[in-house]
């Protein structure tokens, strides 16, 4: 697990870079997400409804129901689904856990941190799904073929 990422927005970014890779139209489960993803089925579920009331992705229902994008994967950038998930919080307080902790009142590693935090909100905030789809068709047919 990273240290800024949750378990949880690591979970929401891959199921939605499956569903960037799954054939357009095509509706994919919660089962098939998880067993390609080799995550726990009841975990992914719940982000899954979570993507779906932040407007990520549609949910269908009935015989060849389940999830697809919501949105073109050029618009949904990796800040929205972050914060999305864990919040918009999620990039603020002191690493160390001060309260009060700021620019002002510097615990001993706010600059490195607020330096750290800086970068990550910008990487995340220039990187969408459709940049990532190539990279991540590498990774996931590693996963299914269990090479890592």
Same mark, same amino acid.
């Given at each position: ?7 949880k927005s690591e979970y929401a970014i891959q199921s939605?870079? /499956?569903? #960037?890779? #799954?054939? +357009? =139209? ?13 995550? *726990? ?10 993507? #779906? ?7 269908? !229902? ?5 999830f697809l994008l919501g949105k073109n994967p050029k618009?949904? /950038?990796?800040?929205?689904?972050? !914060? ?12 160390? =856990?001060? *309260?009060?902790?700021?620019d002002e009142y510097p615990c001993a590693v706010h ?10 909100? +910008?990487?995340? =905030? ?8 190539? !990279? #991540? ?12």
């Open positions: 697990m990273s240290l800024l990422l949750s378990k939605l870079l /499956y569903l #960037t890779l #799954t054939k +357009k =139209g095509l509706a994919v489960t919660a089962a098939d997400i998880a067993d390609h993803l080799q995550i *726990p089925k009841e975990f992914v579920s719940k982000i899954l409804q979570e993507l #779906t009331n932040s407007g990520f992705i549609e949910s269908r !229902k009935g015989k060849g129901g389940g618009e949904i /950038y990796l800040i929205d689904v972050v !914060k999305a998930i864990q919040g918009n919080d999620v990039f603020e307080g002191c690493v160390l =856990g001060f *309260p009060g902790c700021s600059s490195s941190w607020i330096k750290l935090l800086n970068d990550t909100k +910008k990487m995340l =905030g220039s990187r969408n799904l459709h940049q990532l789809a190539h !990279k #991540t068709v590498v990774k996931f047919d590693a996963i299914r073929n269990k090479l890592i």
